[in-house]
């Protein structure tokens, strides 16, 4: 199984896409344009000190309000690992995966995990932090495909033999 | 344990003997609704996938309804793409002008029950009131649905809903709803999906039943189902005893349990600018109204016109109250003609429109403009929706708003 770990970042309840992209940055032409405002209501300095590899932790219903794709799309750009979140809203939890940012769910790790604190994940397995396991449930190979692949368009492209 | 409604239909399909809600799986789609708001981003995105045909066509089904007939140059655009897709895959069922989507999927047997079925737009939700599971998505899942037949999807906590009893008489299937989206709040049944039992929904018609299910995406449900019976056995022509194993059973597990008596139900409006800002209609009443809508995939079936008809037989539209009526498809249109309604309404002073989305989605047959306001049998009161942002949308029954068009304002029916 895939192992990796990463630095967390702690966000709450709750948050919505207009937190993780405020709709008036939605018209700058490119996600990479987007992505210093990643969220920026809530936490401007983020954007600028998340690293390569690096994980969320949230709390309930994170990604929930618009259907905005843009939203999974900066995380992504930020380079963040994965989210971990007690629960997603189900727009975003779809456009995730459609644009390849790995999701998972767990709602112990909130409890006990603190900002700058190191996490290893390993996929389908568990979530370890100082030397405890909390379980996750896996996701299908086909479901981990789209996310390897880069999303739904490369994977299907994949699919068809248009990409390697 | 047993299962619920939903795990049910998921289990048939993938063929599993037991699943756990968050369990993620794929599933084999029974049919597809792309409108033509979407056709052009769909069949953009299928050829850039890299597909060159469509896994069944005949499971797909293409209708215009948003747009039809145009009231902007552009909007021919997405017709002449549609057809060039239909054109170029070999689809075969393809509505032009019979109406709207959400109408023609249950009416013409496109959506059955124990079925699985995805469509470009969020009120897809609706085919739960024929035993369906239906849920929307975005356009670039459609394009590989097209493409493979097959979608992913989270198995859903359900919330069961129990409500026994009669309505009184000038309560509908619309009060109820609204009701409970008032008290689960917006995002109150976000991933979970709704499972209705007791005698009040029992007695309900299948139309009633499609009302709402056609709203719960407004409390953010994944879907919302009935079990099927004899009426929508009836309703949907297959054979009950084909369909009987869609219910969920006595000892399933459901996240939340809500129970109410029907004859507490009272009628009820969503008022400006939130679906779940539910008042008694009797709070509101004295309003004063510019606009009175009936019509739309949520509330423009036979019975709404029946009721609304009934109300103003032998009646007049308040004199600076425009009423407008859309049928939700041609099928009903008909049946109105026939029926007698719509000559009720013509003589009543309405205007009757064709079927399709037009003012539900704010682009045609009578949007409105700054501090007007209007009663509408839709799902959608947000800013904006049905024109200017200063416009306030209240949300009700085929029944408050026929009864507020003769007043001119918000008013309690009596029926």
């Known amino acids: 199984m895939e192992k990796f770990t990463g630095k967390v970042w702690i966000l709450g309840d709750d948050i919505d896409t207009d937190i993780i992209i405020p709709t008036e940055y939605l018209a700058l032409p490119t996600v990479e344009d987007m992505k210093p405002y990643g969220f920026s209501p809530l936490r401007p300095e983020l954007a600028g000190q998340i690293e390569e590899g690096d994980i969320i932790v949230a709390g309930k219903n994170f990604g929930c309000g618009s259907s905005r794709e843009q939203a999974p799309e900066i995380i992504k750009a930020l380079k963040v690992r994965c989210v971990i979140a007690k629960s997603y809203a189900r727009i975003f939890f779809r456009n995730s995966i459609n644009n390849g940012l790995l999701l998972i769910e767990n709602d112990q790790i909130q409890d006990v995990v603190k900002e700058g604190d190191m996490l290893t994940v390993t996929l389908g397995e568990s979530i370890e932090h100082e030397g405890n396991h909390y379980p996750i449930h896996s996701l299908p190979d086909n479901l981990m495909d789209i996310i390897n692949a880069g999303g739904l368009v490369k994977a299907m492209q994949k699919r068809n033999g248009i990409i390697e | ?415």
Not at chain 2, 27 to 32: E, F, K, P
Not at chain 2, 36 to 49: L, N
Not at chain 2, 294 to 323: F, H, M, P, Q, W
Not at chain 2, 353 to 373: F, K, M, N, Y
């Open chain 2, 1 to 415: 344990m047993g299962n619920t409604l939903i795990e049910k239909i998921i289990m048939k399909n993938v063929g599993a003997k037991s699943l756990t809600p968050g369990e993620i799986v794929t599933v084999n789609v029974d049919r597809v609704m792309i409108h033509d708001i979407f056709i052009p981003f769909v069949a953009e995105k299928f050829k850039e996938m890299g597909f060159t045909k469509i896994w069944d066509p005949d499971k797909v089904v293409l209708i215009y309804d948003h747009l039809v007939p145009t009231s902007a140059v552009e909007d021919v655009r997405h017709f002449k793409i549609g057809d060039q897709f239909v054109k170029d895959y070999g689809l075969t069922h393809v509505h032009r002008s019979d109406g709207i989507c959400h109408q023609l999927m249950p009416e013409m047997g496109y959506a059955k029950p124990g079925n699985i079925v995805f469509g470009t737009d969020s009120h897809t939700t609706t085919y739960g009131g024929v035993g369906c599971f239906s849920s929307g998505i975005g356009y670039t899942e459609m394009a590989s649905i097209l493409g493979t037949g097959e979608m992913w999807i989270r198995v859903p906590e359900t919330i069961k809903v129990v409500v026994n009893g009669e309505l009184p008489s000038n309560v509908t299937s619309k009060d109820v709803i609204l009701r409970l989206i008032g008290d689960l709040r917006a995002d109150g049944a976000t991933y979970k999906c709704l499972e209705f039992h007791g005698s009040t929904f029992e007695n309900m018609s299948v139309s009633s039943r499609l009302t709402m299910s056609n709203m719960s995406i407004e409390a953010g449900a994944k879907a919302a189902i009935f079990a099927p019976d004899e009426k929508t056995a009836e309703f949907s022509h297959v054979q009950l005893s084909d369909v009987d194993w869609v219910y969920g059973d006595d000892d399933a597990e459901y996240c939340r349990v809500m129970e109410y008596r029907a004859e507490e139900f009272v009628p009820v409006t969503a008022c400006p600018s939130q679906v779940d800002k539910i008042k008694d209609v009797a709070e509101v009443a004295g309003t004063k109204l510019d606009q009175v809508f009936i019509g739309s995939c949520t509330n423009g079936r036979l019975e709404d016109l029946a009721v609304a008809a009934k109300i103003l037989e032998g009646k007049k539209v308040a004199d600076y109250v425009k009423l407008i009526v859309t049928p939700a498809s041609c099928q009903v249109y008909l049946d109105a003609s026939r029926a007698g309604y719509l000559s009720t309404f013509l003589k009543a002073g309405a205007i009757v429109t064709q079927p399709g989305c037009g003012l539900c989605c704010g682009r045609a047959c009578g949007i409105l403009s700054d501090d007007e306001v209007v009663l509408a049998t839709n799902n959608r009161n947000f800013l904006g929706r049905m024109g200017t942002n200063k416009v306030q949308i209240y949300l009700g029954s085929p029944a408050t708003a026929a009864a507020s068009a003769v007043t001119g304002v918000i008013t309690v029916p009596e029926i």
